[in-house]
């Protein structure tokens, strides 16, 4: 099993930056292929971004692409997600998520979360 903690979260200005990071308990932590996901008031989950277990291979919804990266240091039992030039409709709740195995971008597919940590962007 894994444990997952967010933070990094904040109130940023449209156009400004901000770095989530997600820290995970355990040794398997390496293992595991991670996901951020969002979500904001009355919308479905959404995928984000995802990243293999060896951090060789990245995946980016198509509203984040050139925007948002996710990388991993496993020495550290980290994740992050580093977002620019965001926007408005980026406000939502973002949570880090673990799974064994292959990249996925269904949030069902994953079995390990975070409480997440809210991101508001301001116009």
């Known amino acids: 099993q894994v444990q997952l903690v967010e933070s990094g979260g904040g109130l940023v200005q449209a156009g400004g930056s901000l770095r989530l990071s997600c820290v995970g308990s355990?040794?398997?932590?390496?293992?595991?292929?991670m996901g951020w996901f969002r979500q904001a008031p009355g919308k479905e989950r959404e995928f984000v971004a995802a990243?293999?277990?060896?951090?060789?291979?990245?995946y980016n919804a198509d509203s984040v692409k050139g925007r948002f990266t996710i990388s991993r240091d496993n020495a550290k039992n980290s994740v992050y997600l580093q977002m620019n030039s965001l926007k408005p409709e980026d406000t939502a709740v973002y949570s880090c998520?673990?799974?064994?195995?292959?990249?996925?971008?269904?949030?069902?597919?994953?079995?390990?979360w975070g409480q997440g940590t809210q991101v508001t962007v301001s116009s």
């Open positions: 998520a673990a799974r064994p195995g292959v990249v996925a971008r269904s949030f069902r597919e994953y079995g390990y």
């Open positions: 355990g040794r398997t932590f390496s293992t595991y292929t």
């Open positions: 990243i293999s277990w060896t951090g060789g291979a990245t």
